[in-house]
């Protein structure tokens, strides 16, 4: 086993711990990358939507080799109930630009890929190597780990845990809770397969260009969720999330909703005749802000998924993810130039560069949506979208009453099912939620 002792080890090689481990090698420091899965991104689960700036932050020239499957030109929102759909949707050519925005990914190529980049940054990359347990001196200081190999322990000068949302080290070593049941969602996703041309055809799509779907409505049966389906080069990505409390609290199946999600009206066209060929579940920290544990102590820091950097409001992850291990990294940089020990003292300057960045900024803006979400799931995801689709339809419909009577017929219909007072306040906590 690994005798030397290392500046820096990242446990993980998900996007928080590979852009650490390549931010740290590519600045010179000795790192040691240990992950339990057979490579990089055998584990990992995404829809995926990546945000090209945070990527350009670490690797600028990426567009080069990265596995990119499609860059995004269009985005729609659905509200559903159980045969309609209402949709707002954007789509721009400016996003058919020189360096785009935003890209569909595949993670399993794209790990393998960014996992490639740090080994040739400098990195020693271990795969198929579980970290055990931390080793801490006598003052309590992470001073290295413990890993299922043979010799088993490795020193370093500091650990980070990229060991994403459901990551026992952190917890077990005391640094944060086991998240709690109503701030995380488990999603369910699945792979259908079509041609290429098809994709294009079926979703007016030229070139590389991709389209997004995503979805909130009573296909949830009332519970906190969302379903997405992501244009893929060759595939369509296809899940539904919602968060595990309320799974407890119904007994629904996540299989059961992507079913009803799949063989919905305004979905089931979109897959026809696709083959499905992989399946895979995993968790996604929902509780935002205020469930932001410790990000620092003596001789360790905790990024991505396992610090709960995500934003469900705007259904962002892995940018969160790069930048807080990018930014780590930095900080970790910053303290060994200065020859400082790795103490939480001087650790503390990676909160301080995350405070002033986007990830704390938008998690703080949003701090109070989690909770009203959770609150409230029957009237966002079940009540609203059955009254929208109702409106929607009433107003389309040529029947010929006349419109005044449907007027009032749609303003009765939503005041016997929420009343003007329940509409009221649920728009004035969602006001003060989003400000
Ligand atoms: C269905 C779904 C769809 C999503 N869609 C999007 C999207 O479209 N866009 C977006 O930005 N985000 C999305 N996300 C969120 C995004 O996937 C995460 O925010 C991101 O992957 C977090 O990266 P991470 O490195 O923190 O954790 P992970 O990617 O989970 O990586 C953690 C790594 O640590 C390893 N590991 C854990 N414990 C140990 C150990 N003890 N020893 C060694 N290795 C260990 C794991 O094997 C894993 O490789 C989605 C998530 C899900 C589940």
Known sequence: MIEEKFDAIVVGAGMSG??????????????LQLERGEYAGSKNVQGAIMYASMLEKIIP??????PLERHLVEQRFWMMDDTSHTGMHYRSDDFNEERPNRYTIIRAQFDKWFSRKVKQAGATVLCETTVTELIRNTEGRVI??????????IFADVVVLAEGVNGLLGTRAGFRETPKAESVALAVKEMHFLPEEVIAQRFGLSGNEGCVIEAAGTFSQGMTGLAFLYTNRESISIGVGCLVSDYARTMESPYALLEQFKNHPSVRPLLKDTEVKEYAAHLIPEGGYKAIPQLY????????DAAQLNNAVHREGSNLAMTSGRIAAEAIFQVKSRRDPMTAENLRLYKTMLDESFVIKDLKKHKDMPAL????????????????????????????TPKIEKEKATLSSIVKARSRFGMVSDAVRLAFAWR
């Open 18 to 31: 590979n852009a650490a481990a390549y931010t740290l090698a590519s600045r010179g420091l000795k790192v």
């Open 297 to 304: 102590g003596d001789g360790w820091v905790v990024v991505g």
């Open 373 to 400: 979400l959770h609150t409230n799931s029957q009237n966002f995801f079940m009540t609203y979208p059955q009254l929208m689709s109702a409106a929607a339809q009433n107003f389309v419909r040529v029947d010929g």
């Open 144 to 153: 290295g780990v413990k890993v299922d190999r043979a010799g088993g322990a």
């Open 61 to 66: 020239d990426f567009r080069e080799d990265a």
